[in-house]
């Protein structure tokens, strides 16, 4: 955290465009295949899984015009804190929606080893982009870059409860695992969606 500290702002800038840029090209491809994987193996975990990573691609895009943007820093920050809160409660609406057809036994998942692929590399990596993002968040005390953090943190926890879930079916056929715990996830996405509306740049207190 010192080490931040000492860099000047344009260097924080920099650093904050370059991790967003990483996550940007990331979701991209990440959204791409979850989607695809999602319709060949008729997956509710991998649709929510890839209707996450579309709203991390939009809140990611959102941050970035934010560090990049000659509009008043204030404003900018202010509009995109609001926007990537809205996004954390689209990307519940997806969760709750998807754990719901699960439940109610919409769709029979098969197993995709595609799905399986890419959701092991999201647990790899978007940890690492969520604690980068976080430091970045403390020391710019940016709302949007603390909330664009909690959801790249909740990209990683929904890529391990789908890969979870994926296993459960393939190997016990437990259908109804995977839903139960993405919507143990919800009160933390309400959480985190608020307190990026209100402001709040980090979970420091």
């Known amino acids: 955290m010192a080490q931040e500290i000492r860099l000047s702002s344009g260097q924080i800038s920099g650093r904050i465009q370059i991790v967003q840029a990483i996550t940007i090209v990331w979701m991209i491809v990440e959204a791409g295949v979850s989607l695809m994987a999602a319709w060949n ?7 929510a899984f890839g209707g996450d990573s ?18 008043t820093q204030e404003l900018a920050e202010r509009t995109a804190a609001k926007i990537a809160g809205a996004l954390l ?5 997806f969760v709750v929606a998807g754990s719901l057809r699960a439940l109610l036994g919409y769709n029979q998942p098969g197993s995709s080893r595609l799905g399986i692929g890419v959701l092991i590399a999201a ?3 978007m940890p690492w982009l969520a604690r980068e993002k976080r430091r970045l968040s403390a020391v710019t005390a940016s ?17 391990m409860i789908a890969l979870g879930g994926l296993a459960a079916n ?7 695992a995977d839903p139960i715990a993405a919507l143990a996830v919800m009160p933390f996405i309400v959480y985190e969606g608020v307190e990026a509306i209100r402001g709040r740049p980090c979970g420091c207190h």
């Open 54 to 71: 579309l709203v991390e691609l939009f809140s990611a895009s959102i941050v970035f015009w934010r560090f990049t943007t000659r509009t």
């Open 41 to 47: 193996a008729r997956s509710p975990a991998l649709l």
């Open 170 to 176: 393939a190997i016990w056929h437990i259908g109804w």
């Open 143 to 159: 709302a949007a870059l603390r909330a664009d953090a909690a959801q790249s943190n909740l990209c990683a926890y929904l890529a």
């Open 123 to 125: 647990i790899v990596i």
């Open 89 to 93: 409660f689209v990307l519940g609406a």
